[in-house]
């Protein structure tokens, strides 16, 4: 339904054959010089040598440029024979004085085809040489520069029909795009550069007009956001998540796919919204179905926890392997989500093992989380996560490898069938679970509980054998996106699960943004190694303030409201477009490159719109300030034309707009923090999915009275008789202060809840 950033698109590039048509023709709906024909084939694994090569590399023969970065992704290119560069003044300089192209290729260190195509071609030293001599190479770390990625995706969208990575765009020097595909094996891609050398020699005019026109409807794309008359109506908040449902798979769960399938992270949010005001059973059991067989099927590590990036297949089997952090902050709040609406015990453990995972393997010793854990290990796919039934046996004993099996799917003849040569050969096994404990227990004559018991015995000696294994690696920059989705959705686990390890968690990460990640009082985007680098953009003033609102609700310390005010007002001040409405994606004094964007529509992350436009409407109830619900009110008119056309594109757009048309409850809590009575109250709060609310905590009424000049609902707010008291608002309202716990949930639960 739309184009979910990953590998995957490579994937599915592997199954298609590229050539250059030197005529003049349509790309999709662009006439330009050179055409994409795509023919069916199949997808060829490396060569034997070349698969060696990924296990044992040569010794470096060669060093480029890339030596100097700090993305993990460019590094692993700096010893290619291809004379890398990385994006900046440098190299577009060289382009333009040398007067050649640009191969521009853009990725990041997890994808699975970036790897297969560095292998293949940017090792090879043939395709070397032609790049070297005809063009200006440059490596982009997609994470890094998603301003650069945002850009040329676009144009790769348009001329192809298609997107992903890794992504290899021909641009002239001055950065305008004429030829554009995703993974090429080798053979055409060295058709490609040669083709395009000789066309840039021969008919330079008639790639240039293709790199024109591309430019022109890059500067339409990127301007046809402008403010209209109206915002976005409450009736297309609920209208999509009834379109939504109808294209979800009712056997296996998920957005119905022949292939790769996504964690629906953002629909499934929506879908609850809706649910939760009009209760729809198609909805909610659409979610608890996905929800269930994602936490069941080989997508979720059963032994360490975590959740990868997508399933190769319908079922949830055969993940491609790789856990990004984004998917854990995402799939794992859409679990808490799942479990306040529904209270299904799998989805509080499943979360619970996606944070637990990220604490342990994916924060810094300084408090940030990285980026990446790869879906490689030793040049192969999958490898450190398999297993045989020999193997288990080794670790556990025959008994309870019988046992472990029998739950886990593990089976002589494996489960998992690949074809491409990039993972181990022979019988292998993903963990997933087919059967439920009580079926495996009867099946094998033991008690349930018994068996609950010793599998997790046995999980505990599985997982400390895989750690012995060699892992899959690590990116370990620190970006402030998507940190603060992490924070945010740690700080809902620890609300929701009455969990102050996670709050605990997400402060040191946000204390490392705020501390590590700052210069002049302006976000930078990434940190590795003790260096923090890079203007942010949009989406890390967006998704940091938003990690800063839930972990002020979930600790009640006022620095993080402070924090969000002023890295809002910066917010505002260098991105919003104050003409039309919404925000733009670099700052006002950012790098200027052939377009500003200003996008809205979600991909397998939020837009910064999006979360923007949630978090202004959050800050004008808990801080007081209209004009931030005016604003908010400017994000959705200036795309509310382009959510009318494409809904499904816009889901956290639309559940901001669930939220703008709600009447939100603001709630206050004053008590003794450790008092029984107090944590029963801000417990309540969080028993229920309530996702349209504000809530602030005074200890009494002296200390509300310091911060009520930063947080006004807590202005006159006391302990009514000394007892812990809850009060339960709508614009600055308040119903009768609740003593009791079953008083404060009736209130709670008042017209619905919210």
């Avoid at 953002?266 to 936490?295: C, G, N, Q, W």
Wanted: aromatic share 10%; proline share 5%.
């Amino acid at each position: 339904m739309k184009r979910s950033p990953s590998s995957a698109r490579g994937v599915r590039a592997t199954n298609r054959r590229w050539d250059i048509i030197r005529a003049a023709g349509g790309c999709r709906a662009i006439v330009g010089a050179i055409a994409i024909v795509s023919v069916a084939a199949r997808g060829q694994p490396p060569e034997a040598a070349e698969n060696d090569a990924m296990t044992n590399p040569a010794e470096h023969r060669h060093t480029n440029q890339l030596i100097h970065a700090t993305s993990p992704y460019l590094l692993q290119h700096a010893h290619n024979p291809v004379d890398w560069f990385e994006w900046g003044d440098e190299s577009l300089k060289k382009a333009r004085d040398e007067d050649k192209p640009i191969f521009l290729s853009i990725g990041y260190s997890a994808c699975h085809w970036c790897h297969v195509m560095e292998h293949e071609s940017f090792e090879n030293e043939g395709i070397a040489g032609l790049l070297n001599a005809s063009f200006v190479s440059i490596k982009v770390d997609r994470e890094e520069r998603p301003d650069i990625d945002e850009i040329y995706m676009q144009a790769t969208m348009r001329m192809t029909g298609h997107g992903g990575w890794p992504m290899s765009v021909f641009i002239t020097p001055d950065g305008k795009p004429f030829f554009t595909g995703t993974y090429f094996p080798r053979p055409q891609f060295e058709r490609a550069l040669t083709q395009i050398a000789e066309l840039w020699k021969t008919d330079r005019n008639r790639l240039l007009e293709s790199g024109e026109q591309m430019s022109d409807y890059l500067s339409e794309w990127a301007g046809q956001a402008r403010a209209g008359d109206a915002a976005i109506d409450a009736d297309a908040v609920d209208r999509t998540a009834r379109m939504l449902v109808g294209h979800f798979d009712m056997t296996d769960g998920g957005l119905s796919s022949d292939g790769n399938k996504f964690p629906p992270s953002m629909a499934m949010e929506l879908m609850l919204r809706v649910h939760r005001r009009k209760p729809d059973s198609r909805l909610i059991d659409a979610v608890k179905l996905t929800l269930s067989k994602m936490a069941r099927g080989g997508i979720y590590d059963h032994l360490a926890g975590g959740i990868c990036r997508y399933s190769t297949d319908p079922q949830w089997l055969v993940p491609h392997f790789e856990k990004m952090l984004y998917d854990q902050a995402l799939v794992g709040a859409i679990y808490v989500d799942a479990f306040q609406m529904t209270g299904e015990p799998l989805f509080r453990e499943t979360a619970r093992g996606i944070f637990d995972y990220v604490l342990r393997d994916l924060q810094s010793p300084e408090g940030g989380f990285y980026s990446t854990r790869d879906a490689d290990s030793e040049g192969m796919e999958g490898k450190y996560y398999i297993w045989t039934i020999e193997q288990a046996a080794e670790v556990l004993g025959d008994d309870d490898a019988r046992l472990f099996c029998s739950y886990y799917d593990v089976t002589e003849s494996g489960n998992w069938f690949e074809s491409r040569g990039h993972a181990p050969p022979g019988a292998k096994n993903i963990l997933n679970v087919q059967r439920d404990v009580e079926t495996v227990a009867k099946l094998n004559g033991i008690d349930s509980s018994e068996l609950g018991r010793r599998l997790q015995v046995m999980r505990g000696k599985m997982l400390a054998s895989r750690e012995k294994r060699v892992p899959p690696g690590l990116d370990d920059k620190i970006l402030t996106e998507w940190n603060g989705l992490m924070i945010a959705a740690l700080a809902k686990g620890a609300q929701a699960f009455d969990e102050p390890r996670y709050a605990e968690s997400a402060a040191r990460a946000a204390d490392f943004v705020l501390k590590q990640m700052r210069a002049d009082g302006r976000l930078l985007r990434s940190h590795r190694q003790g260096r923090s680098r890079l203007t942010g953009y949009l989406t890390d003033y967006a998704f940091f303030v938003e990690g800063l609102l839930y972990l002020y609700e979930a600790t009640f310390d006022p620095r993080w409201i402070r924090e969000a005010v002023a890295l809002t007002d910066d917010m505002i001040s260098r991105y919003a477009d104050n003409e039309h409405g919404g925000f733009f994606m670099t700052a006002t004094d950012g790098e200027k490159l052939i377009v500003r964007t200003k996008d809205a529509s979600d991909g397998a992350i939020p837009s910064g719109n999006s979360v923007a436009a949630l978090n202004l409407l959050r800050l004008a109830v808990l801080v007081h300030k209209p004009e931030y619900r005016e604003r908010a009110e400017s994000v959705f008119r200036a795309f509310a034309a382009q959510v009318g056309q494409s809904p499904a594109q816009f889901e956290r757009m639309l559940c901001a707009a669930d939220f703008y048309h709600a009447a939100t409850k603001e709630i206050a809590v004053v008590g003794a923090p450790d008092a029984p009575q107090t944590r029963a109250m801000l417990r309540a709060v969080h028993e229920g999915y309530r996702p349209n609310k504000v809530v602030t905590f005074a200890a009494d009424e002296s200390s509300a009275t310091a911060v009520a000049g930063q947080l006004p609902l807590l202005r006159g707010k006391k302990r009514v008789d000394g007892k812990p008291t809850g009060y339960v608002c709508r614009g600055y309202v308040c119903t009768k202060p609740a003593t009791g716990v079953a008083e404060f949930v009736a209130a709670l639960n008042a017209d619905g809840g919210s």
